[in-house]
């Protein structure tokens, strides 16, 4: 029996996430929350508040797409309502809050998910440790345009306690998570260089991160620049891993390897059968399991809270 989903916030992340359920076997989307008078639901079916939602008892699951500031209490009543759980990114505005609804998930034995949905172009291979040493060195470019009137000057997305910031939370963290699941988890944050569109609301990010396993990386996120890409180039003592726009190449002594790309919406498509799944066998996700999204919360966390005085944050305290 297909499992019942409820899509709460439906403005453009909750129309993604709708047409993935569509498409994804083994789900139906059962009606969808937004308070906003004007937001357009078409012929779903719409309910009032969250709490109407978990009164259905036809829903399994639960897809937050809320503006992060918030979502965190609302990620508590779908657990403690009995529903799995899907969130959208960035997943947290802190550590605190993800390892509050990740315990909660555990102690009630319901799946929690995130829609860091490029986790699934990443193989076994390329997630076994081997870039997981001092020897390591990563870069990682983003520049995705972003027009600061049309884009943060409208709702919450130009409001620091809502967003968590701008260009790095919300398109940046997608590489810089794929960065967290090969190198590990991170242990020291560097900023070397910010600009802002609006106070709080970053244009550009660039920093250097140390993993616990010794690895480091460049970053650099811009939504300053009209030329779009995307780029993740991992370097170990024998082998190599990009991934440039989608596409993933491994490169060993046997030569390079490419994987086909798949357009985002397969891979959204995929997170929802991978939380079907789950929900079905009473197991956790795996690629899109919310307690991999620790690293790159912290990141996100750290960088949204540097100040002048402290570029440099460690796991531990400020530097």
């Known amino acids: 029996m297909a499992v019942g989903v409820g899509v709460v916030g439906y403005g453009a992340a909750g129309r993604q996430h709708a047409a993935a359920v ?13 308070t906003d008078p004007a937001a357009d639901t078409a ?15 036809r829903v399994g699951l639960v897809s937050l797409c809320l503006p992060p500031g918030g979502r965190a209490e609302a990620a508590r009543d779908v657990l403690r309502a009995g529903r799995a759980l899907l969130v959208e990114k960035p997943p947290a505005m802190t550590v605190d809050e993800l390892d509050s609804i990740v315990s909660l998930g555990t102690d009630r034995g319901l799946p ?11 193989t076994d291979e390329t997630e076994t440790g081997l870039f997981r040493s001092p020897q390591v060195t ?11 009137v049309h884009y943060h000057q409208r709702g919450w997305r130009g409001r620091p306690r809502e967003a968590l910031g701008g260009i790095l939370a919300h398109l940046g963290i997608h590489y810089l ?19 802002e569109r609006l106070p709080g609301i970053d244009s550009r990010i660039a920093a250097l ?8 990386l460049s970053m650099t996120v811009s939504a300053e620049s009209s030329v ?11 082998r190599r891993l990009v991934i440039e726009d989608g596409q993933v190449t491994l490169t060993t002594e046997t030569g390079p390897r490419t994987s086909p790309v798949e357009p985002t919406p397969t891979l959204r498509r995929r997170v929802y059968e991978e939380m079907a799944h789950a929900i079905e066998n009473g197991s956790a996700p795996v690629a899109c399991s919310l307690v991999r999204a620790r690293g790159v919360t912290w990141l996100t966390e750290a960088l949204a809270h540097r100040t ?4 440099c944050r460690t796991q531990e305290t400020p530097c």
């Open 22 to 34: 569509e498409a994804a076997s083994g789900l139906r989307l059962v009606g969808v929350v937004d």
């Open 43 to 57: 012929a779903l079916p719409r309910y009032a508040s969250l709490s109407g939602l978990l009164q259905d008892p």
């Open 112 to 122: 929690t998910g995130v829609m860091l949905q490029h986790r699934m172009r990443l």
């Open 138 to 148: 990563a870069a990682l470019e983003v520049s995705r345009y972003r027009p600061v």
């Open 177 to 195: 998570d794929l960065a967290c699941q090969i190198l590990g988890s991170p242990v020291e944050v560097r900023e070397t260089g910010r600009r």
């Open 209 to 216: 991160v140390r993993f616990e396993s010794g690895a480091v």
């Open 228 to 238: 779009r890409g995307e780029r993740l180039a991992v370097y170990g003592p024998d």
């Open 308 to 311: 002048e005085e402290a570029p």
